[in-house]
């Protein structure tokens, strides 16, 4: 786990999200507590519960990106649920648990990956003598045509007696071991091998609808973990083939057990979820009719928010130390809305700002990832030269605000329409047989978007 100070959070998020201060900061500070909360003695460690947080502002000013960015520079369990997917029981959804198994999956495939990476090494020589077996020919010796009866013998200690392997001779070994040198080498990529591999088995029991969906996943999991695997020989490349055996060598030398302990361990204490669309579940006082399935959701939430303990197939799990960051543009509704113990359970709030022009200018310069730099690196693909002057970066930014303040205000999302429309013939032009360079001065982007952006009935419609 990196520690960082809160500054250097703001200053690592500062790279891809522009403004929300307030919002930085106190995501900063929630996950800063989490590393000092681990520092302490246990008796007092299992007394601080982690502040959740409330994001209000309009759609498109950072409030999702924020959380996923946060959730990057922890390299924590990270997951995005609508609140609007989830009922109370009785209607159609999603049960509200199933957002922490989400996380838990979340959680393993990232244990893994980092464990694959630790053991990739010893995978590599592994998948290289598999493939120097398939040049040589060798075949591992398989009973005859007993099928998998004979294998779920073996699997309950039934074992046939194996065939004795042919010793090899000095010029196999010899052979075999200028084979070795020369995968070393990457000498043989486009040779054609055929090798075995796992034939991927369909989910069982499909298709029986939301509320039994977690269950029957569990039994079709345990179904398979039971009969033996099926394997199918295929030809590829030996380029190929490395891309398919590394991961499959690289699991067998993982241990699993130490692996799901991890993996649990990292989703209860560093674990983040982030709950969007809060505001749609808030009811207004007095109300009835579709608000009392509202209220509903919120309490089937609160225990999780709370802290409970979820069972999973890989173990029972805590939310008690999860981050909970819920978002809402609370347009309607007010946070005031949410039923009181909801309320107490998000302390921190804080207030997302509306993007303004100089804003958006910005968002197309500054972060890492800006929507400029993206085409630009799309189309130098193609010999396309993308240079944006100062005043076509103005001319977007002041186009997309005034469609947001005359349509609806979708935040920074209105500088992807603007922009792919500014560049569509471009890139569908491109490439153009040889390199060439095209600047988006202010009359470029006025001469592609200009007449469309005033006309009121068709920039609703397309822009």
């Given at each position: 786990?990196?520690?960082?100070?809160?500054?250097?959070?703001?200053?690592?998020?500062?790279?891809?999200?522009?403004?929300?201060?307030?919002?930085?900061?106190?995501?900063?500070?929630?996950?800063?507590?989490?590393?000092?909360?681990?520092?302490?003695?246990?008796?007092?460690?299992?007394?601080?519960?982690?502040?959740n947080i409330l994001m209000i502002g309009p759609t498109g000013v950072g409030k999702t990106e924020i959380a996923r960015r946060l959730a990057q520079i922890a390299n924590a369990p990270f997951i995005k649920v609508e609140a609007t997917r989830f009922t109370e029981v009785?209607?159609?959804?999603?049960?509200?648990?199933?957002?922490?198994?989400?996380?838990?999956?979340?959680?393993?495939?990232?244990?893994r990956n980092e464990m694959m990476i630790e053991v990739e090494e010893k995978a590599e020589e592994m998948v290289n003598e598999k493939i120097l077996d398939a040049l040589m020919g060798v075949k591992k010796s398989r009973q005859p045509s007993a099928g998998n009866f004979?294998?779920?013998?073996?699997?309950?200690?039934?074992?046939?007696?194996?065939?004795?392997?042919?010793?090899?001779?000095?010029?196999?070994?010899?052979?075999?071991?200028?084979?070795?040198?020369?995968?070393?080498?990457?000498?043989?990529?486009?040779?054609?091998?055929?090798?075995?591999?796992?034939?991927?088995?369909?989910?069982?029991?499909?298709?029986?609808?939301?509320?039994?969906?977690?269950?029957?996943?569990?039994?079709?999991?345990?179904?398979?973990?039971?009969?033996?695997?099926?394997?199918?020989?295929?030809?590829?490349?030996?380029?190929?083939?490395?891309?398919?055996?590394?991961?499959?060598?690289?699991?067998?030398?993982?241990?699993?057990?130490?692996?799901?302990?991890?993996?649990?361990?990292?989703?209860?204490?560093?674990?983040?979820?982030?709950?969007?669309?809060?505001?749609?579940?808030?009811?207004?006082?007095?109300?009835?009719?579709?608000?009392?399935?509202?209220?509903?959701?919120?309490?089937?939430?609160?225990?999780?928010?709370?802290?409970?303990?979820?069972?999973?197939?890989?173990?029972?799990?805590?939310?008690?130390?999860?981050?909970?960051?819920?978002?809402?543009?609370?347009?309607?509704?007010?946070?005031?809305?949410?039923?009181?113990?909801?309320?107490?359970?998000?302390?921190?709030?804080?207030?997302?700002?509306?993007?303004?022009?100089?804003?958006?200018?910005?968002?197309?310069?500054?972060?890492?990832?800006?929507?400029?730099?993206?085409?630009?690196?799309?189309?130098?693909?193609?010999?396309?030269?993308?240079?944006?002057?100062?005043?076509?970066?103005?001319?977007?930014?002041?186009?997309?605000?005034?469609?947001?303040?005359?349509?609806?205000?979708?935040?920074?999302?209105?500088l992807y329409t603007v922009v792919e429309k500014v560049l569509e013939e471009v890139s569908f032009e491109a490439p153009l047989g040889s390199e060439v360079e095209i600047q988006i001065t202010k009359e470029y982007v006025k001469q592609r978007i200009g007449k469309l952006?005033?006309?009121?009935?068709?920039?609703?419609?397309?822009?």
């Amino acid at each position: 786990m990196v520690e960082l100070t809160p500054k250097e959070i703001v200053r690592e998020l500062d790279k891809f999200i522009i403004g929300q201060n307030d919002a930085k900061k106190a995501v900063a500070v929630a996950l800063r507590n989490r590393y000092r909360r681990l520092k302490l003695p246990e008796e007092i460690k299992k007394e601080i519960m982690p502040k959740n947080i409330l994001m209000i502002g309009p759609t498109g000013v950072g409030k999702t990106e924020i959380a996923r960015r946060l959730a990057q520079i922890a390299n924590a369990p990270f997951i995005k649920v609508e609140a609007t997917r989830f009922t109370e029981v009785g209607y159609v959804g999603k049960n509200v648990e199933s957002m922490i198994r989400e996380l838990v999956d979340v959680s393993i495939n990232m244990v893994r990956n980092e464990m694959m990476i630790e053991v990739e090494e010893k995978a590599e020589e592994m998948v290289n003598e598999k493939i120097l077996d398939a040049l040589m020919g060798v075949k591992k010796s398989r009973q005859p045509s007993a099928g998998n009866f004979m294998e779920l013998l073996n699997m309950f200690g039934q074992n046939q007696p194996r065939k004795e392997e042919p010793v090899q001779d000095t010029n196999n070994l010899e052979r075999r071991a200028q084979l070795k040198q020369k995968l070393k080498n990457k000498e043989l990529e486009d040779i054609e091998i055929e090798i075995e591999v796992e034939e991927s088995a369909a989910p069982m029991f499909a298709g029986l609808g939301p509320e039994f969906e977690d269950m029957g996943i569990q039994i079709g999991e345990m179904f398979s973990n039971m009969m033996p695997k099926k394997t199918i020989r295929k030809k590829m490349k030996i380029k190929d083939a490395r891309k398919v055996l590394l991961p499959m060598e690289a699991e067998k030398l993982i241990d699993k057990d130490k692996m799901i302990q991890e993996a649990l361990d990292r989703a209860q204490n560093r674990g983040i979820i982030f709950i969007d669309e809060m505001d749609k579940i808030a009811a207004k006082s007095g109300s009835s009719g579709p608000d009392v399935s509202r209220e509903g959701v919120q309490r089937d939430l609160l225990p999780i928010v709370e802290g409970t303990t979820v069972i999973t197939k890989h173990g029972p799990i805590k939310t008690d130390y999860m981050l909970f960051i819920a978002a809402g543009a609370f347009h309607v509704a007010k946070p005031s809305d949410l039923i009181p113990e909801m309320q107490g359970r998000f302390p921190i709030r804080v207030e997302l700002d509306a993007l303004t022009e100089k804003d958006f200018v910005r968002i197309l310069v500054e972060p890492e990832n800006a929507v400029t730099k993206q085409y630009k690196a799309l189309l130098e693909t193609d010999g396309v030269n993308l240079v944006f002057t100062d005043e076509g970066i103005n001319e977007i930014a002041k186009i997309a605000f005034n469609l947001n303040e005359k349509i609806e205000n979708i935040g920074a999302r209105r500088l992807y329409t603007v922009v792919e429309k500014v560049l569509e013939e471009v890139s569908f032009e491109a490439p153009l047989g040889s390199e060439v360079e095209i600047q988006i001065t202010k009359e470029y982007v006025k001469q592609r978007i200009g007449k469309l952006a005033e006309d009121k009935d068709l920039s609703e419609f397309v822009l």
